[in-house]
């Protein structure tokens, strides 16, 4: 391992074996963070609430979280209130709706279209689930990685905007992404949403078809940040902005293609995420094998490292997944939460550290989320925006 | 934390605590140590197959899980509210007594209660946990150093053997030339004694 500066600051940060924590792999085991006086020592972890709870003692100075966990952090939810900071976003998008080929088949015969259509799938879903109901059978379950996660939300927001309705209609459960795959097989879930590698994981064992990326359902979501207390980060902004500039040269290394075999090899590692490097290639290059037979889907907004902005912490993002929180009855809607909500995205400190700035993004969504269905997001009237959805908890 | 906790009041003792562990040294310690306290009603559980179904069934008052199990993420969906929880379980995490939970998340087991319960009420059953977690983690760590010892052992016999085969030594003058070696590159007796190793069979 390269890296290792002598009279290095030393941090300690904690992440979750996914490929998503490839800026932060590649800044600790590749130089990036090296360059900038610091000693990356990353910790792996099992579960998000380790994460978030290592955190928040300080045995951690900074974890790869989830960013609507980041966000639940701050408000106090399902957790004691630690306020967080996010002064780097690690990765946009990356999730994936996995299916049994049993499910697949159903949703398939249910489908008024080509159910590789977010709409079309989530309509062909309430059938399925009506036609279960009728004849008496248990309802679907689905499995997610955390309550306040864009697993959930994902998942959420996709079945509703078919007219199902999450919390009664279907079970939705929390369940270890490395278990993903064989609850499936084991027949305990009957699809999920997961980061990459787990989908995959579940193709090459047979046991799931990925039905979409979480892009088809929220073309823009802020997936994983760069979280430190905001006490730390209030106590020493050079620190901050030192681990800014390192994560950004490693997204730049890890968006240029010409790298991508480097980058499938140092974040597939045993340390690190103890998977084949050829794995980690395909969600580099969102190109996933889809189906037992072959079949792949492509997309370059499968999974956002270090291109279209998404370095930049945006506070509305952090506006969408405390939206989500409202609408699944998670947190109450007052404009004290929202604004302690967008205040956890600080796109202030990535600007004063960052050298390199992202101009005018174009062909992004205009409200910067891009839901599949329903009207724009809109920021400054989630009361209006909520409205719009006749299926919700709040 | 001094002394050794006592859970003598017969509410606490009523108390049922269910021990999620995949661990099945540790599982039978904690179980031991709660029943020594006074606690009757200790329900264990390795396997986490279905971990939601098996806690409603249990239905405990208090969740003790190790840090190191996966399924601690499925009982963060108990604090949510659904049709699905019969009773609301909130992690304990005493903001009075910070010092409970560093320790707790330190020694590597978290504790969830049934939301309602007083926190007082368990405090003396989470004190217990951390120190067995503790008292396992040094057993494990005194193995771990056995261990270690006993293959560095082998080891070093097995370079005196090379170097007495082939430069004649006796065995305590084998000995003598790999610590000499081992103080002049300030290594290790056996890192030298596994550079012999690996030399002699490049040789071959």
Known sequence: MTGRATGATRLTIGFIPLADAAALIVAADRGFAAEEGLDLDLVREVSWSNVRDKLNIGLLDAAHLLAPLAVASSLGLGHIKVPLTVPFNLALNGNAITVSPALWSALADAADGDIADAAVSARALARVVAQRKARGALPLTLGMTFPFSHHNYQLRFWMAAGGVVPDDDVQLVVLPPPYMAESLASGHVDGFCVGAPWSSAAVDLGTGRILHFGAEIVARAAEKVLAVRQCWADEQPQLVARLVRALERAAAFVAEPANRDEVARLVAAPARLGVTAEIIRRTVDGRLRVAGDGSVRASDRYLVIGRLGANRPDPVQAAWAYAQMVRWGQAPLTPALQAAATGVFRPDLYDSAARSHAGILVGEPADGIGEFAGAAFDPRDIAGYLAGWPIRRS | ??????????????????????????????????????????????????????????????????????????????????????????????????????????????????????????????????????????????????????????????????????????????????????MNEKRKIAEVAQAVITASELLK
């Open chain 2, 1 to 182: 934390m001094t002394g050794k906790p006592l859970i003598s009041a017969p509410a606490e003792a009523a108390l049922k605590v269910l021990v999620i562990d995949k661990d099945p040294i540790r599982r039978a310690i904690l179980d031991a140590g709660l029943r020594e306290a006074g606690l009757a009603n200790v329900v264990l559980l390795g396997e986490t197959t279905g971990l939601l179904q098996h806690v409603y069934r249990i239905d405990p008052d208090v969740i003790l899980i190790d840090l190191e199990n996966p399924s601690r993420d499925v009982l963060e969906q108990m604090f949510q509210v659904s049709r699905v929880v019969r009773r609301p379980i909130a992690m304990f995490v005493d903001q009075s007594d910070r010092e409970t939970t560093q320790s707790a998340i330190e020694a590597g087991v978290s504790a969830y209660i049934v939301d309602g319960l007083k926190k007082e009420r368990i405090k003396g059953i989470l004190e217990l946990s951390i120190l067995r977690f503790n008292a396992v983690a040094r057993l494990q760590d005194e193995l771990d150093r056995a261990k270690t010892a006993l293959e560095e052992r082998k080891t070093i016999d097995r370079a005196k053997g090379i170097l007495m085969q082939v430069k004649g030594l006796t065995e305590d003058q084998a000995y003598a030339l790999l610590r000499k070696t081992a």
